[in-house]
């Protein structure tokens, strides 16, 4: 006579997330960790499909008392709020802090050195300016060639404005016409800054400029520039 096999118990899994260390050295790696384990908690239970308000509920409940007072420091409401919209507030939150101000001075007086190429130089200005001069709820206005930029932009917080017919291409609604009346209003601005840029001699365009005054060049922009803010301003 046979022994029957005993019935075999589906392999455990451990219940839940430990909560998040916000006593960590390196908040930002702690955090990026937490939240992958919490992804897959989530995806492990089939818990990945449930509602917005559900998957927020176990995520504060995991995350430990610490970050519940974090976030009601972000005025949030517990029943509205998206778990992605709350996942980019987070991670704002744990991101390094640097100081806008400083980061600004250095983009304003970066000069582009003696042997350094162009694109080097450009690309450089604009690491430094999507990394620390922009803020979460900005808007940056741009025309053809800067769509490699919106999901960059978009992990910060940062919406990128650019006219309807660029953006898609196609015909225009009447709300997307009325949206490009608006961005035309706005982008005259800075064609007057542009004009008043090319009011000086050497800045105007085509201009023929000395070789011994390249290296001085970039003092000149930046004097110029700061002439223009002592003008009348620009808008009425």
């Not at 006593?23 to 239970?45: D, R, T």
């Not at 922009?221 to 803010?229: M, P, T």
Request: glycine fraction near 2%.
């Amino acid at each position: 006579m046979t022994t029957p096999l005993p019935k075999l118990q589906p392999p455990r899994v451990t219940q839940g997330v430990d909560p998040m260390n916000t006593k960590a050295s390196n908040l930002p790696l702690e955090w990026k960790n937490w939240l992958m384990k919490f992804n897959i908690y989530l995806k492990a239970y089939s818990l990945d499909k449930e509602p917005d308000d559900r998957q927020v509920a176990i995520l504060l409940h995991f995350m430990g008392q610490d970050c519940l007072t974090i976030f009601n420091s972000f005025n949030l409401d517990v029943n509205t709020v998206k778990l992605e919209e709350l996942t980019k507030k987070f991670t704002h939150y744990f991101s390094p802090k640097v100081n806008i101000t400083m980061e600004r001075h250095k983009l304003f007086n970066r000069k582009q050195t003696l042997h350094e190429d162009l694109d080097n130089y450009v690309t450089d200005l604009r690491n430094i300016a999507l990394q620390y001069t922009l803020e979460p709820g900005n808007f940056v206005l741009a025309d053809r060639g800067f769509k490699h930029v919106e999901s960059i932009l978009d992990a910060k917080g940062i919406k990128l404005l650019r006219p309807p017919s660029v953006a898609s291409g196609s015909k225009l609604s009447k709300s997307q016409v009325r949206e490009t009346k608006i961005i035309a209003s706005l982008r005259i601005h800075i064609e007057r800054v542009i004009r008043r840029v090319r009011e000086f001699h050497m800045l105007k365009q085509h201009s023929m400029i000395n070789k011994h005054f390249l290296r001085i060049l970039n003092d000149v922009i930046v004097i110029a520039r700061a002439l223009i803010n002592l003008q009348d301003s620009l808008i009425k």
